[in-house]
């Protein structure tokens, strides 16, 4: 039944007919299109809903739309009033307050609510006002300057000049606002959920309700009479084919084909007209299952005897590694001392604030168009292509604004893959989303480790050997695991050099959801352990810890022991930067007791040395291959075509790289203008469509600036070299005397000399027709060494950092006040310091956060506990420290300009400093994560007790 | 997209009979609504199945925060925002305001009501404490007439109240406050915005020469409802306050909780909680009745 509600929205009167059960939130966006405001959670947990409600913001998901009756709505599309921003929205743009932009919009909305009531608020008030809009990619940092700022916009469109920018370039090196910040601070940036088609129907997935069994009889029959009900389909609809991430083990049917092996493993899918419809197919759908016994972590999985997943897993081990460089036993002999411990990681989610979503339909002549909130589109596309049985040129991937991933959306989704399925059924285009419960469920975040680390030093601190075992908890499915398992090994001796080094992983099954590849992909947890490790020698043995760094610190040019080749390397550069920035000095050893300072620091890849599966760009109907090195980057892992306008005032940048949030279509945008020589607000980067872009593999192993920046720089440059002789022509000299900038073509003993760029590339394009340069990227051959898996880890370049994190305890609770981190990093020259410092301190929240309060936490039937944003911690705006980021000079040759990767090699030095300031404050070295309140407060009463006694 | 909701039927009475009235037809298949910050994420998580919700947003007065005589009458659809920046309630029992600031965020406080808070009876919610040591009683109206309940007897167990079938909870009255008395609340959460407390402690002390002439002690989301530490307050009667009988007293509210454990906290850190937010309050609450500001 539906009632007529009457609804002012951004000024603007509506007559809706509404049912009661809409809320606020889904009118909004449904019947207004006004889908600027956001689905984060559905339980007023996230703030992404947030619209201001005659004067007041709430939070739109828990109103119902009924009740709004007569009153006044005011939406981010209402902000920009006659074409003009709100002075808010100026400052989220100017100020780099936005990244993927998902709680952008409730953000912005939820300031503006503050600053019209309160036009001057202090830090404290600002906090307090946006308390409930959780920010996963921001660290809230430049949030809090955009608002400190706001009053500078009120009358001006200036961009600010940041203090840190680089003069040398007028286009990288400069802190320009993101290319997609209008669209995100206004709400036109469309998302998946954003999308719909004429006829689309909407898909749901049916998941098992135990941890282990077989199926034994799946009834859909009632389902399928359900009026509205388009399509229902079980594992017997589904291709025999397999997928996953590694070529080697590919594990998971599209649906579950005869076992289930965690709770929210898939087991049906439908399509109906509406959500409520599928909703209620899916509880029509009868599961008889056989239950198994089930396992649930790592120690009692390899046991004899342990409920095995899969079959080809013995013991439940799903990857092997044992690495072992030079004599470790020999190593600690020559040691002078040896430290041994215990560490134990959590399970973290990566907790996008968008959530998953795919959409398919298909073209009469047989094309797949599948729009997918992805980070990896090309690997989709692949996938798609093999599940499916039909070639990569079958298939178009739409990658739409992204909000979000952190590796959470670097792997095909069961979304994507019934949506394609349930969409060829029933030739109508169909949408599916995750809820943030499906979310969790669907899993991929970070696995849990069980780390056993030894170490021994000279009397100097000089390391002598290294030998360190890992259980990483898999859950039921390989996703990304095996490289992670290498990761958790390979990336530790980045920074620092060990002479003798064993690495024995073991990733193990589990009947929980698959873990797979989160933001630093498997090494925040070992590099945790082992700055933990480090900081407790140095004490042992009396040594300075940041000495301690020094000593073994990694220097540029050198071949680890795990053949891994660092070129640029400012590490120590950035260790001494910290000391100084943080004032260290005058207080490590000197706070009082609940106070503590604490040093990490670590290293990571600038992009996979080799793309995930190997050989050349496949057709897909070539089975995959079986597992086989091949020592050679193969085919160019980032591509980039540039084609000029015909009138020559613009350049458009078609390269597939994706844009989640992280800033790479600005990072492009620049190296391309860079080496066009025009000014990038005159270049466009289209990256969304495959049909349109050349490939790039992704955004996974912070490989985009440096991969995807060189391809750019190259088209860009292409372009120039044609432009060049015409421009020669027109200036009576020779090419090689010209360079170009700022859409000037001139001669570099005489910049007074020079020719309209434009012009030339009009009269290019009237002599020889499109315009157009290309460029492309491929890892240098033959990197890394010649053992198995020798691949995971090398990369083009490296990237270092050290943190120095302040903090308090309260010893009578246990609870931790992180106040302050100084950061440093050697992320090469950067093409856009704003968006390095951006992506600094997203990591160092999620890091922090990751450190004291995020864990999933799971029930002994396997079941998580905590799906949802308001029991799963992660940091609000009132939890995060203030960040110091700065950056150390460096330039990496293989970079584009200079520059390589920051995005998650940021988050590594975290964990270990929050780590070692907590052991500062307390006296209590922690090695189990999460550090929480109450395991702080037992140890506190035990050390108590035990000086007592 | 996302999480959806049951087919349910609105109902807007206008005035309180009218509500009574509707709610003793449907029975069970009706709920009130009134910011539905509880209530609607429990239906679209299928924790609670209705298909009837009878709003109270048309009801005049029902958010009216006022002097009644000597005491402050608040609605039971007033929000916490809106209890938070009135600056009669500043003045009645600022450590209410603490308790409002304290709950969820910004944007979820401008729809959360006090009843709702009440009446949902979840142990962990913030504003029962500091009411039950404030003396605050609920009224609760019926098709059959009014009642007055202390705040304190309201609660039965989770989720559980005194309420009757067709009853709804009009508004709180706090009785003026003694002389010299000063109140606090302390919450114990693990993240500083939108979380639910592990523990709360309000208390409130009446001064007398320098002596703790009465004192009170409330314990949130520690028992199945919030709780009076009774013993705990007795063993503040007559004594000078100091840090070592706050502890004391503390000491004794420990073995007065019966907390669980759960996601939160262990039942064991729980305790340890309530004794320090115990002192802690204390201390606040004896800081204001002797018109110190709090640090
Ligand atoms: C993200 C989030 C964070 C939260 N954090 C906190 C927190 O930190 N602390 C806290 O205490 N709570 C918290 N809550 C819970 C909730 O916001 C509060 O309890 C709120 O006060 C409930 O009020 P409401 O008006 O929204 O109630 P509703 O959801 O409308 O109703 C709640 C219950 O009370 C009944 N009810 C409501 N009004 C009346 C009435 N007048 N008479 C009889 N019955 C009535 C309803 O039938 C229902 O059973 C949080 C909720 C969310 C979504
Ligand atoms: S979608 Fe409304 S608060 Fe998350
Ligand atoms: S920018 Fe805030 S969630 Fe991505």
């Known amino acids: 039944m539906q009632q007529v509600i009457t609804l002012t929205v951004n000024g603007e009167e509506h007559s809706l007919a509404v049912k009661p059960n809409q809320t606020l939130r889904d009118v909004l966006r449904n019947d ?284 439940n081990i799903n990857t092997r590694v044992n690495h072992h460089f030079g004599n470790v036993e020999q190593g600690f002999l020559e040691a002078d001392h040896i430290r041994e411990e215990v560490f134990v990681g959590n399970h973290v989610y990566q907790s996008p604030m968008e959530p998953h979503g795919a959409i398919a339909y298909w073209e009469g002549d047989g094309t797949l168009v599948l729009y997918s909130s992805t980070q990896v589109p090309h690997y989709l596309h692949y996938m798609m292509a093999n599940v499916l049985d039909i070639p990569l040129g079958s298939i178009r991937i739409i990658r739409p604004t992204v909000g979000g991933g952190f590796g959470g959306k670097a792997e095909t989704t069961p979304l994507d893959l019934c949506a394609t399925i349930l969409s060829k059924k029933t030739g109508r285009p169909v949408k599916m989303m995750y809820t943030r419960k499906e979310m969790f469920q669907h899993g991929r975040g970070r696995h849990k480790q069980y780390m056993k680390m030894k170490i021994g030093v000279k009397n100097d601190g000089q390391i002598t050997a290294f030998d360190y075992t890992n259980y990483l908890d898999g859950g039921a499915y390989s996703s990304f695991g095996v490289i992670t398992a290498y990761y958790a090994g390979s990336m530790l001796p980045t920074s620092y050099r060990f002479p003798n080094y064993k690495y024995d992983g073991y990733r193990v099954m589990t009947n929980k959801p698959a873990c797979g590849a989160m933001r630093g992909h498997g090494v925040p947890q070992p590099r945790f352990a082992l700055e933990c490790l480090l900081n407790m020698l140095a004490e042992d043995i009396g040594v300075d810890p940041f000495e301690i760094r020094k000593i073994n610190g990694m220097d540029p040019d050198t071949r680890t022991i795990n053949d891994l080749d660092i070129r640029s390397c400012e590490f120590k550069a950035t260790i001494d930067a910290v000391r100084k920035a943080s004032g260290w000095d005058e207080k490590y050893g000197k706070l009082p007791p609940g106070k503590g300072i604490g040093l990490g620091t670590g290293g990571f890849v600038s992009g996979a040395g080799y793309a995930i599966y190997r050989g050349q760009v496949q057709q897909a109907s070539q089975k995959p291959r079986e597992h086989t090195f091949i020592k050679k980057a193969v085919f160019p892992h980032a591509n980039a075509v540039v084609k000029v306008t015909e009138d020559g005032t613009a350049a458009v940048l078609f390269i597939g790289a994706a844009e989640i949030g992280q800033g790479s279509s600005t990072v492009l945008t620049q190296c391309c203008a860079e080496g066009l020589g025009i000014h990038p607000s005159r270049v466009r980067i289209r990256a969304e469509d495959s049909d349109i872009s050349p490939i790039d593999l992704g955004a996974y192993s912070s490989r985009v600036t440096l991969m995807g920046g060189n391809a750019s720089m190259r088209a860009g440059k292409d372009v120039l070299e044609k432009l060049l002789p015409i421009a020669a022509e027109m200036l009576n000299t020779v090419t090689g005397e010209l360079e170009a900038k700022s859409g000037r073509i001139y001669v570099k003993s005489d910049p007074e000399k020079y020719a309209d760029w434009a012009e030339c590339a009009r009269i290019y394009f009237n002599n020889n027709g499109p315009l157009v340069g290309t460029g492309w990227y491929k890892p240098p051959e033959g990197l890394g060494g010649d053992y198995k898996g020798a691949a995971v880890g090398t990369s083009p370049a490296y990237s270092f950092g050290s943190s120095v994190c302040e903090l308090s305890v309260d010893l009578e609770t246990g609870k931790v006040d992180i106040q302050k981190f100084t950061d440093y990093h050697d992320c090469g020259t950067p093409i856009n310091p704003m968006a390095v410092h951006g992506q600094v301190e997203g990591a160092i929240v999620m890091g922090a956060g990751e450190t004291i309060m995020e864990d999933v936490v799971y029930n002994s039937r396997g079941e998580i506990v905590n799906p949802n944003l308001h029991e799963y911690l992660i940091m609000t705006i009132k939890d995060a420290p203030e960040i110091f980021s700065g950056l150390v000079d460096s330039y990496e040759p293989e970079g584009p300009y200079g520059a390589k990767e920051i995005g998650e090699g940021s988050s590594l030095p975290v964990l270990g400093a929050v780590a070692h300031a907590i052991k500062n404050a307390t006296g209590i070295w922690f090695t189990e994560l999460p550090i929480t309140p109450e395991k702080i407060l037992k140890a506190l009463k035990k050390k108590k007790a035990a000086v007592k006694e | ?157 989770p989720r559980r109240t005194d309420m009757k079938p067709g009853e709804v909870l009009t508004r709180i009255i706090i009785p ?56 705990a307050a007795a063993a503040l009667r007559k004594k000078k306050p100091s840090r070592e009988l706050f502890e004391k007293a503390a000491a004794i509210a420990v073995r007065e909780s019966k907390p669980i454990s759960d996601i939160r906290g262990s039942a064991e850190y729980r305790r340890d909680i309530v004794e320090v937010l115990t002192r802690r309050a204390l201390e606040d609450a004896v800081a204001r009745a002797r018109g110190k500001k709090r640090k």
């Open chain 1, 32 to 315: 207004l299109g006004l889908t600027g405001t956001k689905r984060g959670c559905d339980v007023g947990a996230c703030g992404a809903c947030t619209v201001i409600l005659d004067g007041e913001p709430v939070a739109s998901c828990l109103l119902l739309a009924v009740l709004c009756h007569g009153k006044s709505v005011e939406t981010i599309e209402g902000l920009e009033k006659n074409g003009k921003l709100h002075p808010v929205q100026k400052a989220f743009i100017n100020h780099g307050a936005i990244q993927c932009g998902f709680c952008t919009p409730g953000m912005i909305v939820g300031a503006k609510a503050l600053v019209d009531r309160n036009p001057d608020p202090s830090d404290d008030e600002i906090k307090e006002a946006l308390g409930g809009n959780l920010c996963r990619c921001t660290g809230y940092t430049k949030i809090m300057e955009a608002i400190r700022n706001w009053k500078r916009y009120v009358d001006t469109d200036e961009p600010p000049v940041h203090d840190y920018d680089l003069d040398k370039h007028e286009t990288v090196g400069r802190s320009m606002p993101r290319v997609d910040a209008y669209d995100k601070a206004t709400g036109k940036a469309k998302y998946i959920e954003d999308y719909g088609f004429q006829n689309m129907l909407v898909g749901k997935i049916l998941t098992s309700t135990i941890p282990h069994g077989i199926i034994k009889k799946i009834d859909t029959s009632q389902a399928e009479k359900l009026p509205g009900v388009a399509a229902v389909i079980t594992g017997k609809d589904v291709p025999d084919r397999m997928y996953g991430v590694s070529p080697a083990r590919y594990d998971e049917f599209v649906l579950a084909k005869d076992k289930v092996r965690y709770i929210g493993d898939e087991v049906a899918a439908v399509a109906a007209v509406d959500l409520e419809t599928a909703e209620k197919a899916l509880e029509l759908i009868k599961v008889t299952y056989k239950q198994l016994p089930a396992v649930f972590n790592p120690a009692d999985a390899v046991k004899n005897g342990a409920p095995q997943l899969h079959e080809r897993y013995k013991n």
């Open chain 2, 176 to 231: 003026a406050q003694p002389k010299k008395s000063g109140s606090s609340y302390h919450k114990f959460a693990l993240r500083n915005a939108t979380a639910l407390a592990v523990a709360g402690v309000a208390a409130r002390v009446e001064m007398e020469k320098g002596l703790i002439k009465k004192a009170a002690i409330a314990l949130g989301a520690v028992a199945p409802t919030p709780k009076l530490a009774k013993r």
């Open chain 2, 1 to 157: 997209m996302g999480l959806t909701l049951p087919e349910i039927e609105i109902h807007e009475p206008e005035n309180l009979k009218e509500a009574c009235a509707l709610l003793k037809k449907l029975g069970r298949n009706a709920r009130i609504l009134a910011g539905g910050t509880d209530l609607i994420v429990d239906l679209k998580e299928k924790r609670a199945k209705v298909s009837h919700l009878v709003s109270l947003a048309e009801i005049v007065d029902i958010d009216r925060i006022k002097k009644d005589g000597k005491a402050l009458s608040i609605g039971a659809g007033a929000t916490a925002n809106r209890i938070a920046a009135n600056s009669m309630v500043a003045r009645f029992l600022p450590a209410l305001v603490d308790a409002c600031n304290s709950m969820a965020s910004y944007h979820i406080r401008n729809l959360a009501t006090i009843g709702g808070n009440i009446a949902s009876a979840v142990p962990s919610a913030d504003l029962p404490p500091i009411l039950i040591v404030a003396d605050a009683k609920v009224e609760l109206q019926g098709p059959r007439g009014k009642r007055k309940v202390k705040l304190e007897n309201f609660f039965k167990g």
